[in-house]
């Protein structure tokens, strides 16, 4: 019973807490986050490396994720808005069912997992989907049809919800995902913009259930949300100007980086 009232009590403190406890400098380390969510929900998927370190080491890695989950839905919203028109629907339908059962497998084992686990199995994820479409630009002949295939589409969207729900990581496996089906840069960015919006939805109550959002991750939000917008909208600039080859290599490049990053190389 007295475990049970400490429990309780700890919840309650949680959704009725304040603002975090930060020091200025940490307060300027989540502008420059919530700026990050915001470039990646414009296109440069690979800049989530971004606010996925800062956030982490803000508030570790697994509180981080009901830290930016909330972010990152207000980031899919404005996205949707600026480039909804550019959407394949198509390919959201195809990898919307194997990422909600992503999700659902991520939050089931996720009470087990600790930072030191996942976080090098989301990076090395990443790392070999990046080779793997780096080869493919090399010899583009390599593996025929197999991006249009259905188990290509599962098997990408069976990791692009683990990820998401693991360490809200799946923008760069998502990104490859369309690279390597060849969509054009402006149909990426669509195509992302509304297929995070539903799978993100999807994960709140996931979230909810493992205690990692609550008053104060909100309240936190809140404040974050407007720097959010400005770093959709100047993120789309930046896309609109990249060539299409530029574009690729460029995410690529971010994938890459956020893979090493997560396997804990640097």
């Known amino acids: 019973m007295v475990q049970a009232a400490t429990t309780a009590e700890r919840v309650i403190l949680r959704y009725s807490a304040g603002l975090p406890d930060l020091t200025p400098a940490q307060w300027l380390l989540a502008a420059l986050g919530a700026l990050g969510v915001g470039f990646s ?3 440069l998927a690979g800049i989530g490396l971004l606010h996925i370190v800062i956030f982490a080491f803000l508030f570790g890695a697994r509180d981080s994720t009901g830290v930016v989950l909330p972010m990152l839905l207000a980031g899919d919203v404005t996205a949707v808005t600026a480039f909804h028109q550019h959407a394949r ?6 990898m919307l069912p194997p990422a909600c ?3 659902m497998l991520a939050a089931s084992v996720m009470r087990r997992l600790d930072d030191a ?15 793997l479409q780096i080869l493919r630009m090399w010899r583009p002949t390599l593996l025929g049809n197999v991006p249009h295939s259905r188990s290509f589409a599962w098997i990408s969207g069976l990791l692009v919800g683990a990820a998401t729900m693991l360490a809200n990581a799946a923008g760069p496996i998502f990104a490859l995902y369309t690279i390597a089906v060849a969509l054009p ?6 195509t992302s913009a509304w297929f995070f919006l ?3 939805a999807f994960k ?6 493992l205690g990692l959002i609550h008053g104060q991750t909100l309240l936190l939000n809140v404040l974050l949300v407007p720097l959010i917008l400005v770093g959709v909208f100047s993120g789309r600039l930046v896309v609109r100007r990249l060539p299409q080859r530029a574009f690729e290599i460029l995410m690529l490049v971010f994938a890459g980086v956020a893979s090493l990053r997560l396997i804990g190389l640097f």
């Open 41 to 43: 929900k414009a296109g």
């Open 89 to 94: 629907w198509d390919y959201i339908r195809r």
């Open 101 to 103: 059962l992503g999700v």
């Open 117 to 131: 686990l996942y976080k090098p199995v989301i990076g090395w994820i990443i790392l070999v989907l990046a080779a």
């Open 185 to 190: 840069k402006l149909e990426i960015v669509g």
């Open 198 to 200: 539903l799978i993100n």
């Open 204 to 209: 709140v109550p996931f979230s909810f259930g």
